[in-house]
């Protein structure tokens, strides 16, 4: 009997616990963007006071609750707001007049010299060849939407340079690191946006340089490939040396910084694109996008941004992503210029040399080299603890016996599709006592790594036969030397392993159609040497 009330009382505690977990989740308030379509004229005090208003009927007439849950409003390009809310407020307010879509707060991800000459752009800044002339750029506002800048950067001094164009009515705002002065006639305008993240709860440990400096080196990066001045000299420890420049070197720079360490929130997205739209920039580069695959265009940021920049008469720039697979591609809107990943004819390779006298060729940064020959193992012979000889086989971190490793190089593997750092790995390698490593990427062997050791990265039909040497020989040895520049190489241009490949898996019958294709175009995106 009493066994049996315990059961009814312990039903009863889980029952109760559920229902205010479920209760919980469906009270919490979140960020959601509310999307009203464009605007029409209206004045932007009376835009916010009519958001205002809106929350204040989904917070019980309260004025007071109604602001502290608001979070941008966005009024010069398209018309809309941002806000904390519960799914129910949500819900509520998608019925209101006007409002076109109601979404999340969603996080994105960011998409991560010699190049120009392999396209035909040759020379410095000052290129005249038919069709293409630098000298019309100096008046083109180019508007970079990422990480920020690092104005110091040679890429993005304004010697000789004309005055900022009389149509831009942007700003240069200060925050930590970076203050008015540290913008100039090439980069003309920096903004920062972390209200939505901060909304979000994300750790402030993560919010490096509270302003437009890059902490991260993306947006620089980026920015410098497309409108980086001529910078003579340019090399990566002495490889691919040589004069670097963008495309468009004498373009101007417009900074709207989105992105933080863990990525960047849509609800600061719309603000930069709200923001740009006024300020007056020609051309937006975005690389960074959501997950594949793409939620439809009523409820992504980029695609509302983007349609109203279009609008606008905003040229739109989106990378197509990183996932690599058929039917990864994103950004797919069709007012949207997306751009796949392609290579150059310049590689970085390392020789691998086997004790049996074989070489091969893998891809590397690594400028350290082996000054003689060692035993070679399968990673997988290393396993330690409770790792399996499977797990170990990935050099993940601690896998690794140090008794096995030691003074040895590994074969590593990297799995097709997988987050982790394959410099990590030559970390892991190093820790453990290893002296070199072979990793075999099974599915992306283009990417050349700094690697902290002697190391090189082959295709899975390379590794195939290193493992068998190394299974079929005894006392089995390698050796593996530094990287150098190798140019010539073929096929080029080719599309990068990791670019994401189409087709647009969201609106298909676009293809039948108008016989547009997503991506778009492609464009040299593989070990750039840039700012």
């Not at 809309?80 to 969603?106: E, H, Y």
């Not at 003579?232 to 417009?254: C, E």
């Not at 499977?390 to 008794?403: K, M, R």
Request: proline share 4%; net charge neutral; aromatic share 8%.
């Amino acid at each position: 009997m009493a066994s049996a009330r315990s059961r009814r009382s312990f039903t009863a505690h889980l029952f109760l616990w559920v229902f205010l977990a479920q209760s919980h989740i469906c009270f919490s308030a979140k960020v959601y963007v509310v999307y009203m379509g464009s605007t029409n004229g209206e004045d932007p005090d009376d835009i916010l006071s009519l958001h205002h208003q809106m929350l204040t009927v989904v917070h019980g007439g309260s004025i007071e609750k109604a602001q502290a849950s608001h979070v941008y409003s966005y009024k010069h390009g398209f018309k809309g707001f941002a806000a904390k809310l519960t799914d129910r407020q949500a819900s509520k307010i998608a019925k209101l007049s006007g409002v076109v879509s109601v979404f999340p707060n969603l996080k994105r991800r960011l998409h991560t010299t010699h190049s120009w000459d392999f396209i035909g752009l040759v020379g410095d800044e000052i290129t005249e060849i038919p069709g293409y002339s630098t000298r019309n750029q100096v008046n083109v506002i180019v508007g970079f939407i990422d990480t920020g800048i690092w104005p110091e950067s040679p890429s993005f001094s304004d010697a000789n340079m004309p005055p900022v164009p009389d149509q831009w009515k942007g700003q240069c705002q200060s925050g930590e690191a970076f203050n008015a002065s540290s913008c100039n006639r090439k980069v003309i305008g920096a903004r920062y946006y972390m209200s939505g993240y901060e909304a979000e709860g994300v750790s402030e440990n993560t919010l490096l340089f509270r302003s437009p400096r890059d902490s991260s080196g993306h947006g620089s990066h980026t920015a410098s490939t497309a409108v980086g001045r001529y910078v003579k000299n340019m090399n990566y420890s002495g490889l691919a040396a040589g004069g670097a420049r963008g495309g468009a070197p004498v373009a101007r720079v417009a900074v709207y910084k989105t992105c933080w360490d863990s990525g960047c929130y849509d609800v600061d997205l719309l603000a930069a694109f709200d923001d740009a739209i006024r300020d007056g920039v020609h051309i937006l580069s975005l690389s960074l996008g959501p997950d594949a695959p793409q939620g439809d265009y009523f409820n992504d940021a980029i695609s509302v941004g983007s349609f109203h920049a279009a609008s606008h008469g905003i040229l739109v720039v989106a990378s197509v992503g990183n996932e690599g697979s058929q039917g990864s591609a994103t950004n797919v809107a069709p007012w949207v210029i997306t751009v796949a990943a392609s290579s150059t004819d310049r590689e970085f390779t390392s020789d691998i040399v086997l004790g049996d006298g074989t070489n091969f060729t893998g891809e590397s940064l690594s400028l350290t080299e082996m000054n003689a020959s060692a035993r070679i193992i399968s990673a997988s012979e290393a396993y330690a603890g409770y790792f399996t000889p499977y797990q170990s086989s990935y050099c993940l971190e601690s896998s690794l016996n140090i008794t096995r490793v030691r003074g040895k190089v590994l074969v590593c593997r990297h799995a097709e599709g997988s987050s982790e750092s394959k410099l990590a790995k030559s970390e892991v390698v190093k820790e453990a006592g290893g002296v070199g490593m072979i990793l075999i990427d099974e599915a992306d062997k283009d990417v050349a790594v700094p690697f902290v050791i002697p190391a090189a990265i082959v295709g899975r039909i390379t590794g195939d036969k290193i493992i068998s040497y190394v299974n079929q020989t005894r006392d089995a040895t390698s050796r593996i030397f530094n990287a150098r520049t190798v140019l010539g190489s073929h096929p080029a241009p080719r599309v990068a392993a990791f670019s994401s490949k189409g087709p647009n898996a969201l609106t298909p019958e676009i293809l039948k159609v108008q016989f547009q294709l997503k991506p778009d175009i492609t464009a040299p995106g593989l070990n750039i040497l840039a700012a």
